[in-house]
Nanobody
Framework: QVQLVESGGGLVQAGGSLRLSCAWS????????ISWYRQAPGKQRELVAA???????SYQDSVKGRFTISRDNAKNTVYLQMNSLKPEDTAVYYC???????????WGQGTQGTVSS
């Protein structure tokens, strides 16, 4: 089992910044990818950014140049630095950990990020 706990959400004005954290614990062996997803009211959950075990990162087009995903293995934490925030970035942000060999996905409880115009 892998446990994920997100933190760092809040309310910010457009143009501002938030940094989300995802701390993991439990059976961290062979986590292949940790990702941030988000879900806005009335919309489907969407992938925002991912970081792979080798350090490679990927981003949704709408956040490229504004969001940065990073990892601190010593703290078992993945971060999502969100800059130049827009009202359309308002959503509940979820952390996901994927284990490819075990074919398992783990989710955190989510953290709300709200951007006011």
């Amino acid at each position: 089992q892998v446990q994920l706990v997100e933190s760092g959400g809040g309310l910010v004005q457009a143009g501002g910044s938030l940094r989300l954290s995802c701390a993991w614990s439990g059976s961290i062996f062979s986590i292949n990818r940790i990702s941030w997803y988000r879900q806005a009211p009335g919309k489907q959950r969407e992938l925002v950014a991912a970081i792979f075990s080798g350090g490679t990162t990927s981003y949704q087009d709408s956040v490229k140049g504004r969001f940065t995903i990073s990892r601190d293995n010593a703290k078992n934490t993945v971060y999502l630095q969100m800059n130049s925030l827009k009202p359309e970035d308002t959503a509940v942000y979820y952390c996901n950990a994927a284990q490819y060999v075990q074919d398992r996905n783990y989710w955190g409880q989510g953290t709300q990020g709200t951007v006011s115009s």
